[in-house]
């Protein structure tokens, strides 16, 4: 089932800070790929989930006819900059302690395989913030992103991801505290804005199956959220996605490729 993912070595390859290997420093093999190199690693696809379900597109593999991550993007979203921009009177989302975050776990049928649909064909979702589901066979790079659609970063939380949603009206102290906290717990990450969330409630954190809503951060639940609920999607491969649209910032690593220690700097939080 792994069997295209090859563990070649573990290289920390944090860019900030006194860990990172500059190129001509590290003389070891590089995973997936050195800096400059293009990955040219076989798009992974796990073959059970192929037996159990023969339609299903492959993912990863870019096809005009079906998802290259460039053509008819327009029917996730048509560029709109109201889903990116504040339109609303900011008090209403004004961080409170009083609020209380709001953890939802979604029950997934164990041998339930979300499907992957090419973008000929929409697809919608039955709650406004989904935490499994169909999506598109291309998965989103690792990082921070102008805007993506969660046609596209669930497929994200499939592979153990978490994704940070904000709400573009949202406190801008607590948005940076969460990036910030996001950013320095592991690789798989994906931070968007995402203007469907409640202003009780504008900052979310989301794995497979599971969601945090809060009001303003709590530092000790965001990292036990992470930490207990993340790399836990069904479908494990460390390679990295494809789609690139409206891409700010790829995702370091922070531990190692595998994300082997999820919050390394978070140590006086309560396992
Ligand atoms: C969409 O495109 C895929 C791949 O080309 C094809 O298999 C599928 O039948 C198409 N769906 C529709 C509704 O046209
Ligand atoms: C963008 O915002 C509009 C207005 O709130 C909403 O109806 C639409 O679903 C949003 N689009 C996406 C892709 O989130």
Known sequence: MFRNIIFLCLTVLNTSGDRSYRDNEWNGNWFPHSPNEQDTNPPFVNKNTMTRNDNRVEMGISDPHCDDGETNLNIDWDNNPVNYTCLDRKDLYKPSSYIHPVHTVERIPTFYVASHKCMNESIQYSTSIPTFGTHRPLWPIYGEYKFLPKQRWLHN?????????YHPCANKNEVKLLKNLVKGCLFKHIITPYNLLNPSRPLALVTWGHRLEMSKVSENLAVRFIREHALKGYESTF?????NYGILQRADFVSDLHDSVVCPTATNIMK
């Open 157 to 165: 939380l499939e592979h153990g991801a978490v994704v940070m949603l």
């Open 239 to 243: 390679k990295n996605g494809q789609y």
